[in-house]
C-alpha cells in the first residue's frame, strides 16, 4: 500500500536553498510524484510534478533517485513568502486515487 | 479564468444538525474532489465525483455524503454533526481524476461545530 511520508517541519533563512523529502515507498512504476504549496486560509496549489530524475520549473526543483522511493523538492534562495506547508502526494494510476503526506510546515526567517 | 468557488465561506452549526457545503468547478473541470483538513490530521480525502459518478471515496462515516449535477457542480453533505467535524472543507476541480498536477483548490468552507 502506497504511503507518503515528509518531515513535519522545517526552518531556514532568507537567501537559502531548501530541500524537504519525501519518501513513498511501494509506489508503482509509472505513477507521479506531485508537491503542493499551501498558505493559510488558501487552498493547496500546485508547485511541481516529475516521474523520475529531475524536473525544474521556475518555482521549484524535483529530483527523483533512480529506485522511486524518495523525492526531493527544493526551493532555490527562498524568501520570507515561501513559508508554507508543503505537501507531497503520490497519484496511483491504477485507480486514479491520491495518497497525500501529512505536510512539512516551511518557515523562513529573516 | 474564475477559480473554484466554495460557499459559504464559513458556517457555524450546532451538534446534531446537517450541513450542505457547495463546490463550482473551473469551468471545463468536470472532476470534483473534497478533502476535510484539520490541525492534527492533515488533508483527508472525503469523495471524487466525475461525470455526476462517485469514482473514488475515504475513510470517512456514511454521514459524509456527496453528489454531483450534470453542470459538474457539487455539493457534500454532513448529517447529525459531531464536534469532531469542526474542520476546513476543500473542494479540488480537475478536467479529469488521478490528474495531480491538474487539481486547482477552492478556499475552502470552515466549518465550526458547537
Known amino acids: 500500500l502506497a504511503k507518503t511520508t515528509q518531515p513535519i517541519s522545517m526552518d531556514s533563512y532568507e537567501g537559502q536553498e531548501v530541500n524537504i523529502t519525501c519518501s513513498h515507498n511501494n509506489i508503482a512504476t509509472n505513477d507521479y510524484i506531485t508537491w503542493y504549496q499551501q498558505f493559510p486560509s488558501q487552498g493547496p496549489r500546485f508547485i511541481i510534478q516529475?516521474?523520475?530524475?529531475?524536473v525544474t520549473n521556475e518555482v521549484a526543483s524535483l529530483f527523483i533517485p533512480a529506485d522511486r522511493k524518495s523525492s526531493t523538492l527544493s526551493l532555490p534562495r527562498v524568501s520570507l513568502s515561501d513559508t508554507a506547508v508543503y505537501y507531497c502526494?503520490?497519484?496511483?494510476?491504477?485507480?486514479?486515487?491520491?495518497?497525500w503526506g501529512a505536510g512539512t510546515k516551511l518557515i523562513i526567517k529573516p | 479564468k474564475a477559480g473554484v468557488t466554495q460557499t459559504p465561506r464559513y458556517l457555524i452549526k450546532t451538534r446534531g444538525q446537517q450541513v450542505t457545503l457547495s463546490c463550482s468547478p473551473i469551468?471545463?473541470?468536470?472532476?470534483v474532489s473534497w478533502y476535510q483538513q484539520t490541525p492534527g490530521q492533515g488533508l483527508q480525502f472525503l469523495f471524487e465525483y466525475f461525470s455526476e459518478t462517485q469514482r473514488n471515496k475515504g475513510n470517512f462515516p456514511g454521514r459524509f455524503s456527496g453528489r454531483q449535477f450534470s453542470n459538474s457542480r457539487s455539493e457534500m453533505n454532513v448529517s447529525t454533526l459531531e464536534l469532531g467535524d469542526s474542520a476546513l472543507y476543500l473542494c479540488a476541480s480537475s478536467r479529469r481524476p488521478g490528474q495531480p498536477d491538474g487539481y486547482t483548490f477552492g478556499s475552502g468552507t470552515r466549518l465550526t461545530v458547537v
Open positions: 516529475g516521474y523520475k530524475t529531475k
Open positions: 469551468s471545463g473541470h468536470r472532476s
Open positions: 502526494l503520490v497519484g496511483l494510476l491504477s485507480n486514479y486515487q491520491l495518497i
